[in-house]
């Protein structure tokens, strides 16, 4: 019998067309400060990636609401298609990993397919964990940039 997938359950699946070009795209995205428009938090970056400054190893504090603190780093970062970042630190959620892929339009825009894979120790709480994310990122990327 095979174990646990090592992400956990897909919770979070959004996406959204921008009219920039996927080099712009990832690099607001990238940009961990700019991350706080997005989930309504408030970020600070705790260190530069291995050879870029958003590249992997990057690290950002999120703190959301009332809810403690929670250390996000960066795992995967190929330029103008792939972000992947895993919760490293103070989380209750398991098998967590945001994946952002970045797909080139037809019209010089980008697809935006966002994935927050997660599971929670406490029944219930990874589906309210979920609706909020997709809530906020829904709301947010419009306000990204165009």
């Known amino acids: ?3 646990p997938h090592p992400l956990g359950q897909p919770r979070v699946h959004v996406t959204h067309t921008f009219r920039s070009a996927p080099a712009d795209v990832f690099a607001a995205l990238g940009e961990h400060e700019n991350l ?3 989930f309504g938090a408030s ?3 705790l260190r530069d990636g291995e050879t870029s400054r958003n590249g992997v190893g990057s690290a950002r504090t999120l703190k959301i609401g009332p809810l403690p603190a929670f250390v996000e780093t ?4 190929e330029p103008d298609e792939r972000i992947e970042y895993e919760i490293t630190q103070g ?3 398991r098998g967590h990993r945001g994946i952002q892929l970045f797909t080139p339009t037809a019209d010089g825009g980008t697809l ?3 994935t927050i894979h997660f599971d929670a120790p406490v029944p219930g709480v990874a589906g309210v964990v979920a609706r909020v994310l997709t809530q906020k990122i829904s709301a947010g990327l419009p306000r990204l940039l165009p």
């Open 1 to 3: 019998m095979p174990g």
């Open 36 to 38: 706080g428009r997005l």
């Open 43 to 45: 970020i600070t970056r």
């Open 74 to 77: 960066v795992v995967v970062s």
């Open 91 to 93: 989380s209750p959620l």
């Open 112 to 114: 935006l397919d966002y």
